[in-house]
């Protein structure tokens, strides 16, 4: 198969990122101007400007007020662990049993509510629009930044009226989906996980740090009792910071 050749705007654009990546427009250093850029490559103002554009929607650049454009530090990734394995207690917050073997300091901040399961959330369930969920939504951080958000749904029709309505409050408040669903004799046998990419939401860079046109990962999680789903999720984690790593037993 054959290419024909990159428009200009691409051209120029893959030469300063090649700049940047190789260090000769290091983290904090000022873009070259829109002028430079149309001199230096012999381009219109326009190519120009969508040049820039391109590294600004790849998160290479940011924009500052009234200052210009300049190239964004570069985070060293780090990992998300996501584990099949559980501890023997099996008690213990996912987010902290997943990071504990890598030093994180993790804590999280979440809120429960009743809702009306929106359409996409009943067909994840097998439930009918409009019936009751308790939606909890969650910051989780590490060292007090936040690195991860998650929103689940839980049908009212398995956790209604139980001790374990609330995710985290009551006696097995914090403790995972496994163990509180055990303790009304709702035994999960299978989870299923689909990993895909998106621009954040404002409010969600908003909270993660992040910058308008910057990608997250989502995490759609399902658990499963007798092939009757108990719980879903979306776990969002920033795509330029963090890796998503499974560990998971052979059988």
């Known amino acids: 198969m054959t290419f024909g050749e990159q428009p200009a705007y691409l051209r120029v654009a893959s030469d300063l990122r090649q700049k940047i990546v190789n260090g000769s427009l290091p983290p904090h250093t000022r873009l070259p101007s829109q002028a430079r850029i149309r001199e230096e490559y012999g381009v219109s103002d326009t190519v120009a400007l ?18 210009g454009t300049y190239v964004r530090e570069r985070p060293v990734p ?6 099949g394995y559980r501890p023997a207690n099996g008690s213990v917050n996912p987010f902290r049993q997943e990071q504990a073997a890598d030093g994180a300091r993790g804590t ?3 809120g429960s509510e009743r809702e009306a399961a929106s359409a996409d959330v009943a067909v994840r369930l097998g439930i009918a629009p409009a019936d009751p969920v308790m939606r909890t939504r969650y910051v989780f951080r590490d060292g007090g930044e936040a690195v991860m958000l998650s929103t689940s749904w839980e049908p009212l029709a398995v956790t209604g009226r ?8 009551g006696p097995l408040g914090g403790c995972g989906v496994v163990d509180r669903m055990a303790a009304i004799d709702v035994v999960v046998d299978n989870v299923t996980e689909e990993v895909g990419a998106r621009p954040g939401l404002a409010e969600e860079l908003l909270v993660l740090g992040g910058v308008p046109g910057h990608v997250v990962m989502v995490v759609a999680r ?9 719980e879903t999720a979306d776990v969002v984690i920033p795509a330029d910071r963090f890796r998503v790593a499974y560990h998971l037993p052979v059988r």
């Not at 139980?162 to 409050?169: C, D, S």
């Not at 399902?222 to 108990?230: E, K, L």
Request: glycine residues 10%; aromatic residues 6%; positive net charge.
């Open 108 to 110: 999280w901040e979440s």
């Open 50 to 67: 969508e040049a820039r554009k391109v590294l600004m929607a790849e998160g290479l650049v940011e924009g500052r007020s009234g200052s």
């Open 78 to 83: 780090r990992r998300i662990s996501r584990s």
């Open 222 to 230: 399902t658990y499963f009792a007798s092939g009757r789903a108990v």
């Open 162 to 169: 139980t001790p374990v309505m609330l995710p985290e409050e």
